[in-house]
């Protein structure tokens, strides 16, 4: 299983972690299966993980509050599992950082489309890697989900982090605003460019309360938003 796509599957359900197991083997995966919050949470700090799949009801506690402590590390895409299909919970769970919300029971076709889906979505954007890396002014934590400016740690909502993330990965390229919303959104559809614009807006505030004089984010008039290859390293 070297160089699969590892998902790790917090689930107590064994018969629900033996579908979910098979089908992700099938699809071209690395799965592996926790049945509690706390073997789940122990896993992800020894290795490095594409995905988790996590259950709502943990016999431990809840996948909510599990996916809070997730978030405190990594930018790691959660897909919540939940026998519960009310837009409270599907909001909360969206809101405290999950990437797509499934509701038992569900066809393991559909778990792995969705799998699938949200790592082409997060591809580039928010998946982890090992310590922090640099971009000129930029330095991005993925293990920590904080962004640096010039030394100093930004104050960042959960898609301004993917949104500046995603920007100076790729400095000089000119992205519009379709492609930063597939990019950094979990619903694209139900974006529009002014959500991406305000996003920028208040991006480049906090990046000028850090540096007044500079402005790393440049507009494209008619076409998009790209980072700057100044705030970028030679050869980055």
């Given at each position: 299983?070297?160089?699969?796509?590892?998902?790790?599957i917090?689930?107590d359900?064994?018969?629900?972690?033996?579908?979910?197991?098979?089908a992700?083997k099938?699809?071209g995966?690395?799965?592996?299966?926790?049945?509690?919050?706390?073997?789940?949470?122990?896993?992800?700090?020894a290795?490095?993980?594409?995905?988790?799949v996590?259950?709502?009801?943990?016999?431990?506690?809840?996948g909510?509050?599990?996916?809070?402590?997730i978030?405190?590390?990594?930018?790691?895409?959660?897909?919540?599992?939940?026998?519960?299909?009310?837009?409270?919970?599907?909001?909360?769970?969206?809101?405290?950082?999950?990437?797509?919300y499934?509701?038992?029971?569900?066809?393991p076709?559909?778990?792995?489309?969705?799998?699938k889906?949200i790592?082409?979505?997060t591809?580039?954007?928010?998946t982890?890697?090992?310590?922090?890396?640099?971009?000129?002014?930029?330095?991005?934590?993925?293990?920590?989900?904080?962004?640096?400016?010039?030394?100093?740690?930004?104050?960042?909502t959960?898609?301004?982090?993917r949104?500046?993330?995603?920007?100076?990965?790729?400095?000089?390229?000119?992205?519009?605003?379709?492609?930063l919303?597939?990019?950094?959104?979990?619903?694209?559809?139900?974006?529009?460019?002014?959500?991406v614009?305000?996003?920028?807006?208040?991006?480049?505030?906090?990046?000028?309360?850090?540096a007044?004089?500079?402005?790393?984010?440049?507009?494209?008039?008619?076409?998009?938003?790209?980072?700057?290859?100044?705030?970028?390293?030679?050869?980055?």
């Amino acid at each position: 299983m070297e160089g699969l796509p590892r998902i790790l599957i917090v689930e107590d359900e064994p018969a629900i972690a033996d579908t979910l197991l098979y089908a992700l083997k099938t699809e071209g995966f690395a799965p592996e299966w926790c049945a509690t919050g706390r073997a789940g949470l122990a896993a992800l700090a020894a290795k490095p993980f594409a995905l988790v799949v996590l259950d709502v009801g943990l016999p431990d506690g809840s996948g909510f509050d599990v996916c809070k402590q997730i978030r405190t590390r990594l930018a790691v895409p959660v897909l919540f599992l939940t026998a519960r299909n009310t837009e409270l919970d599907r909001v909360l769970g969206l809101e405290l950082g999950g990437d797509d919300y499934l509701v038992k029971p569900f066809s393991p076709r559909e778990l792995t489309a969705r799998v699938k889906a949200i790592l082409r979505r997060t591809n580039g954007a928010v998946t982890p890697a090992p310590g922090a890396v640099g971009h000129g002014d930029i330095v991005v934590d993925d293990e920590r989900c904080v962004v640096r400016y010039r030394g100093v740690a930004l104050d960042l909502t959960r898609y301004e982090f993917r949104l500046l993330r995603f920007l100076a990965a790729s400095p000089g390229r000119v992205f519009s605003r379709e492609q930063l919303m597939r990019a950094v959104w979990e619903d694209p559809a139900a974006s529009l460019d002014r959500t991406v614009d305000a996003h920028v807006k208040t991006l480049r505030s906090k990046l000028r309360a850090v540096a007044p004089g500079a402005d790393p984010i440049r507009t494209h008039r008619g076409l998009g938003y790209s980072f700057s290859e100044d705030a970028a390293p030679a050869g980055a």
